[in-house]
């Protein structure tokens, strides 16, 4: 489970939620010698990723306030390039993340399916910033 999960609703496995809601709340990021973004991954939860306003940190370019992303069960994802270059060159100072911005995830030890609307606006470059 996240740390910034809010709600949880438990399975009888230990450790795994049938549903985690998550909100990416304002922080300090103030780690040394480490990647900060959220890093490449793959995971067992199927992840919905939402933006209600702002920009997102790890998609800085090309994750629209409204937009959503859907990441099924075991599917490797991250960063874009442009988050991963300049995280990988920035100096490492404390630095306040998310003040105006407002994301959440859903998170799901179930798989998750779109519905045939929103196959009408999918991103056709999505992979190109992630």
């Given amino acids: 489970p996240s740390i910034f999960t809010?709600?949880?609703?438990p399975s009888n496995k230990p450790g795994t939620a049938i549903a985690d809601f998550v909100i990416f709340p304002p922080r300090w990021s103030v780690a040394e010698h480490t990647f900060r973004p959220p890093y490449y991954h793959r995971n067992c939860m199927s992840e919905?990723?939402?933006?209600?306003?702002?920009?997102y940190e790890a998609k800085e370019e090309g994750f629209a306030p409204g937009g959503g992303s859907l990441h099924s069960i075991m599917t490797p994802h991250g960063?874009?390039?442009?988050?991963?270059?300049?995280?990988?060159?920035?100096?490492?100072k404390p630095v306040r993340?998310?003040?105006n911005a407002l994301a959440?995830?859903?998170?799901?030890?179930l798989g998750m399916k779109t519905t045939k609307w929103v196959n009408n606006y999918l991103d056709p470059n999505y992979y190109k910033c992630g």
């Fill in 97 to 99: 993340l998310g003040d």
């Fill in 79 to 92: 960063p874009d390039t442009e988050c991963f270059e300049s995280a990988s060159n920035a100096e490492l």
């Fill in 104 to 109: 959440f995830m859903f998170e799901s030890s």
């Fill in 48 to 55: 919905f990723m939402g933006l209600v306003t702002g920009t």
């Fill in 6 to 9: 809010v709600l949880t609703c």
